[in-house]
């Protein structure tokens, strides 16, 4: 679903947004843009952030790239100094980075693996929330964090994608209380299956195995939902920005479902 002209509800508001690749990363950058943000752009790879910079400005909005390692202490205490230092304040910082944790049943797990996804996954979103939280008390501002509807299933294999993602939405609410009363929201956005590249690539893997259609294996991924389909990134970045707006100026530590239905509160 396309939207041709986006009302400018983050009007000159400066975003700090981690985990910028393809699929949902770029959506939240292009989208912010479109909604008239300026845009931080984080993640390890400058080459693919410098391609998101040109798309940011070619919405007619300021980027800055600053390739961090979201797990070392000195390099995020470096981003935050950047941003302020060249915007001079920031409105919304939005946790999207994300490590894979090992795909086994919990009891099987790789602690290390697992303990170096939990670094991406939830220590770096601590401490960048931390490091900006006097940056984002001086406007007003939010944190968003991407979280998963991954933690209302219980398949085995997605055992350490709901450890990490569960205890994000566990440290969202912690933060909301603690950040509160200095004037800063923290909530979270949950999708559940993303209809973009990576996940079309597992469809067609998933029909490749099963002698059926990418159709027919979209089909299913749709049916529990209530609109019978799937949602785009474009669509569950519209959603989380909404969250960085001033039309949620009195929404916090809640959790927002971008799922076409196929979860209820």
């Known amino acids: 679903m396309s939207v041709d002209a986006l009302p400018p509800i983050l009007a000159d508001k400066v975003i700090v ?96 693996g697992l303990r170096a996804a939990q670094e991406t996954n939830v220590l770096a979103p601590l401490r960048l929330s931390a490091l900006f939280a006097d940056a984002l008390a001086a406007t007003s501002g939010s ?14 294999e997605f055992s350490g994608y709901k450890l990490s993602k569960g205890a ?20 979270s956005v949950a999708p559940s299956y993303i209809y973009e590249d990576v996940n079309k690539a597992y469809f067609d893997w998933i029909a490749s195995e099963s002698g059926r259609t990418h159709d027919e294996v979209y089909a299913e991924k749709a049916a529990p939902t209530d609109l019978k389909r799937l949602a785009t990134p474009d669509e569950i970045a519209r959603a989380a920005l909404f969250l960085a707006s001033d039309l949620a100026s009195a929404v916090t530590g809640q959790t927002l479902n971008v799922d076409c239905g196929e979860f209820h509160s």
């Not at 202490?73 to 100094?81: D, I, M, N, S, T």
């Not at 944190?143 to 085995?156: A, H, K, R, W």
């Not at 994000?168 to 909530?187: D, F, K």
């Open 17 to 112: 947004l981690s985990g910028v690749g393809p699929g949902l990363g770029r959506a939240l950058g292009e989208e912010a843009a479109r909604m008239g943000a300026d845009l931080v752009l984080v993640s390890r790879t400058e080459k693919r952030l410098e391609k998101m910079a040109e798309v940011v400005r070619s919405h007619g909005r300021r980027a800055l790239v600053v390739p961090t390692d979201i797990t070392d202490e000195e390099q995020r205490a470096a981003l935050v100094a950047r941003a302020v230092d060249e915007f001079g304040r920031v409105d919304c910082l939005i946790n999207n980075a994300f490590a894979i944790p090992p795909m086994d049943p919990i009891t099987t797990l790789d602690l290390d």
């Open 143 to 156: 944190i968003i964090n991407i979280t998963s509807c991954v933690v209302y299933s219980s398949q085995p």
């Open 168 to 187: 994000l939405a566990h440290l969202s609410s912690s933060l909301a209380t603690e950040l509160g009363p200095r004037g800063i929201r923290v909530n």
